[in-house]
C-alpha cells in the first residue's frame, strides 16, 4: 500500500490542519532522523511528517542526518516522499513566493555521506539518477496543482550548494551558467538516498528570496521570513489537495 510522507524545510516545522496521531521516535542503523516521524492524517488521508532542520529548526543543512531521515521514513513505510524545499531564485520566472517543482539537479555539496552502499557490501551499487526525481509523483503534483489552479513552476534546475552560508554573486552567475534556476541547499543527498531504497521522491520547492547579486538588496532573514510565511500556505494546500487522490 502506497504511504506518503513529506520532510519539511525551512518554515514547515509542523503542518497546520495536521492530525496528529503519534509522534514515533525512531532510531535507525545510520542514526536518529532529525526528529520523531509524526504519524498523522491530513484532510483525512495519512500522512507521515519529518521537519528536515528538527523541531524547533536547529540542524543546519550540512548537519542533517540525510540517511537517518531517508532510512526512517522507509522503515516506518513511506513508499513516496515529497520534499518541501526553501529555494533562492536565479532564473526571470523564479520569482519570490512562486512554488517550483523542480525535473533536474546538479550536486555541488561536498562531504556529506551521501550513499547507504558504503561499507559490507556484497556488490558495488550505482542507481540510475538520470531523472533525480520521480516523474510519477512529479505528474500527481503537477496535475494537482493544474486542477485546483494553484501557479507551480513545472521545470527546473535545482543547483544544491553546501551552506549554511549564502552564495556569492559569482557563484550564482556559474550556477547561471550551468543552467540552474533554482539554489538551495538540502535536496541532496535526499533525493539520490530515496532513489537507493526505491522510494519516489519529489521536490516542492518554494523560492524565498533573489539569489546573490540578482537584486542590489541584501538578503536578509526578515525577506526570507516574510516570503516563507507569504508562500508555505499555498504549498500547504497543494499537498492536501494531492492527498485527497492519493492512492
Ligand atoms: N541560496 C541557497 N539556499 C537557499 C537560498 C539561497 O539563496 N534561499 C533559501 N535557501
Known sequence: MNKLAIIGGSGLTQIT?????????????????????????????????????????????????????????????ATHIIGVNAVGGITTDMTPCRIVIPDQLIDYTHGRIDTFHESNLSEVVHIDFTYPYSISLREQLLQTANQTNIDVASKAIYGVT???????????????????????MTSMPEASLARELGTEYVCCALVVNWAAGKTSEVITMEIIEQNLSQGMSQIITLLGALLDNFE
Open 162 to 184: 553546501q551552506g549554511p552560508r549564502l552564495e556569492t554573486a559569482a557563484e550564482i552567475k556559474r550556477l547561471e551558467q550551468d543552467g540552474c534556476d533554482i539554489v538551495g
Open 17 to 77: 490542519g495536521l492530525e496528529i496521531i503519534e509522534e514515533k521516535a525512531i532510531e535507525t542503523q545510520w542514526g536518529k532522523p532529525s526528529a520523531p516521524i509524526t504519524v498523522g492524517k491530513f484532510n483525512t488521508q495519512d500522512v507521515f511528517f519529518l521537519p528536515r532542520h528538527g523541531d524547533p529548526h536547529l540542524i543546519p543543512p550540512h548537519k542533517i542526518n540525510y540517511r537517518a531521515n531517508i532510512a526512517a521514513l522507509y522503515d516506518i513505510g
